[in-house]
C-alpha cells in the first residue's frame, strides 16, 4: 500500500504562486509514476502534471511554462510550484501515484486551491 499526504492548498490572487507537496509512504519503491491531478466542480479529474518513468515529465498543455513539478527522494516528497495562477486553475488538486506491477493506482485526500480576487 501507499498513502498519499497532499498540503499546501489554499486562497491566492490571480497572478499568484502557490506550492503543493505530497508526501508518500508505505510501498514507495515499487511506485512508477506520481504526480497531480485535479478536479474542478463540476468538470473530471485531469492530470496536471506527472513523473512518468525515470525523470520524465507529462504536464497538461494548459499548465506548461507556469506550473513545474519536482521531487526529494530522500523525503520521498513531489511538489507542484504553480506559479501565475488563473481562476481557472482553482481546483481540487489530488496527489496520484501508481504501481505498474500491481496495477494499482493510489490517490492522496485532496487539497483546495482556489484563484480568486
Known amino acids: 500500500q501507499v498513502q498519499l499526504v497532499e498540503s499546501g492548498g489554499g486562497l491566492v490572487q490571480p497572478g499568484g504562486s502557490l506550492r503543493l507537496s505530497c508526501a508518500a509512504s508505505g510501498m514507495i519503491s515499487s511506485i512508477n509514476s506520481m504526480g497531480w491531478y485535479r478536479q474542478a466542480p463540476g468538470k473530471q479529474r485531469e492530470l496536471v502534471a506527472v513523473f512518468t518513468s525515470g525523470d520524465s515529465t507529462n504536464y497538461a498543455d494548459s499548465v506548461k511554462g507556469r506550473f513545474t513539478i519536482s521531487r526529494d527522494n530522500a523525503k520521498n516528497t513531489v511538489y507542484l510550484q504553480m506559479n501565475s495562477l488563473k481562476p481557472e486553475d482553482a481546483a481540487v488538486y489530488y496527489c496520484?501515484?501508481?504501481?505498474?506491477?500491481?496495477?494499482?493506482?493510489?490517490w492522496g485526500q485532496g487539497t483546495q486551491v482556489t484563484v480568486s480576487s
Open positions: 496520484y501515484a501508481y504501481r505498474y506491477l500491481y496495477g494499482a493506482a493510489y
